[in-house]
């Protein structure tokens, strides 16, 4: 799987958005990229997912670059629970490898009041 | 239910114990995966499970010994554990695992926290 480079920590204060960038300069044409969180002590929470286009959910948007070598997760408005460790990782579609998620270090996000 | 449990929520065990680890998942999901964590550290892929059949063992010590007696069910035996095995033990499933293609989507539980005296 190609890796991930992530910053370390971020912040951002409370009802502002929370951008969170992520670079897989390596990624080849059949990995997804992945996003999870894991707030202190609990188990990873998915977020959201993309191959190349754009994609919203209700918790999150993933904008990813035409060329696919970075991508941004974006919490539209922080809020004090969203206070956790963000984990970008990108994941083959297929193969043996198919569904094995390696996590990197991650981004430390605190919002602030 | 679209719920990973895992039980016990702690477990404090000495280094001559046999103790388990269970993980139970009602989505129909028929892949199913340990992760162990350490403190301030990313969860690492222990095992996988892809219709009951290990899948992928990333070298993890034979000390530690998992179980998949069916698509709903996930353990792992611990015996002769380590105090460095001290950590969270994370359970999830998906979908499937090395077969197919397509978006493959995890959901972890809440862990396992163990002690090792």
């Known amino acids: 799987d190609a890796k991930t480079t992530q910053p370390p920590s971020m912040d951002c204060a409370e009802g502002r958005a929370a951008n969170l960038p992520c670079n897989h300069s390596t990624i080849s044409g059949n990995e997804y990229v992945y996003w999870y969180r894991q707030i202190h002590s609990q188990g990873p929470q998915y977020i959201i997912h993309?191959?190349?286009n754009n994609e919203t959910n209700e918790m999150a948007s993933l904008i990813i670059t035409e060329d696919r070598k970075s991508s941004t997760l974006i919490l539209p408005h922080a809020t004090l629970r969203d206070t956790a460790v963000y984990y970008c990782?990108?994941?083959?579609?297929?193969?043996?490898?198919?569904?094995?998620?390696?996590f990197g270090q991650g981004t430390i996000l605190t919002v602030h009041p | 239910d679209t719920e990973v449990t895992q039980t016990p929520k702690h477990l404090v065990m000495g280094m001559t114990n046999k103790k388990s680890l269970k993980c139970e998942q009602h989505?129909?999901?028929?892949?199913m995966y340990w992760y162990k964590q350490k403190a301030k550290k990313p969860p690492e892929l222990m095992f996988v499970?892809?219709?009951?059949?290990?899948?992928i063992n990333e070298s993890v010590p034979s000390r530690f010994s998992p179980e998949c007696p069916n698509s709903s069910l996930l353990n792992l035996h611990l015996h002769a554990l380590q105090p460095e095995d001290s950590a969270l033990y994370l359970c999830?499933?998906?979908?499937?695992?090395?077969?197919?293609?397509?978006?493959?989507?995890?959901?972890f539980g809440a862990g396992s926290r163990l002690t090792v005296l």
């Open positions: 990782i990108v994941s083959h579609a297929g193969g043996t490898s198919y569904g094995k998620l390696t």
């Open positions: 999830a499933s998906s979908q499937r695992q090395g077969v197919g293609s397509g978006a493959n989507v995890l959901t």
């Open positions: 993309g191959l190349k």
């Open positions: 499970y892809s219709y009951e059949k290990l899948s």
């Open positions: 989505m129909g999901h028929r892949a």
